[in-house]
């Protein structure tokens, strides 16, 4: 034998590479959702920047991982929430320099979107995981003296 043959298909190995493209969607989601939040101020060259990483993600493994991109969307809504964890109202601090005040924001409407965009992103991979469970589940054949 001259070397180790491979038995993979022929596009396992693309299939292979272009599945790290993941991050891509995750960052062009990302860059979505706070194009979105910030839209009254830089958003709109963040979008800019999200439509750019989206077509060179689509270019590289195109219809794979879109669902990422809700999952990335997310993000920024939980950094929302995160903020504003103490709201909503009048928040005062104090330091040994300073001090101030900020109006807090009520952190529920961001968690509940936050939560239904990551839901969108994974409910199809937890559906086939569930599937395929619940249609691993041993049977036995009652006509061969198996139990039901």
């Known amino acids: 034998m001259t070397g180790r043959q491979d038995h993979r298909p022929p596009g396992a190995a693309v ?11 995750v960052l062009g989601g990302f860059l979505v ?13 963040v979008l ?15 219809g794979r991982g879109v669902r990422s991109v809700f999952v990335g969307a997310a993000l920024p809504f ?10 909503p109202g009048m928040r005062c ?14 952190p529920l409407p961001f968690l509940f979107i936050g939560l239904a965009l990551v839901l969108v992103g ?3 991979h ?20 198996g139990r039901p």
């Open 93 to 106: 601090w104090e330091s040994e320099n300073s001090m101030g005040c900020s109006e807090l924001l009520n």
């Open 126 to 145: 937890l559906a086939r995981r569930l599937r395929g469970a619940s249609s691993e589940k041993p049977t036995t054949d009652v006509a061969r003296g």
């Open 48 to 62: 800019a920047g999200a439509v750019v990483v989206l077509i060179a993600a689509r270019a590289l493994s195109p």
């Open 78 to 87: 939980f950094w929302v929430v995160w903020l504003n964890r103490g709201g």
């Open 15 to 25: 299939a292979r590479a272009r599945s790290g493209t993941w991050p891509l969607w």
């Open 33 to 45: 959702g706070f194009g979105l939040l910030s839209i009254m101020s830089i958003g709109v060259f």
């Open 122 to 124: 994974v409910w199809p």
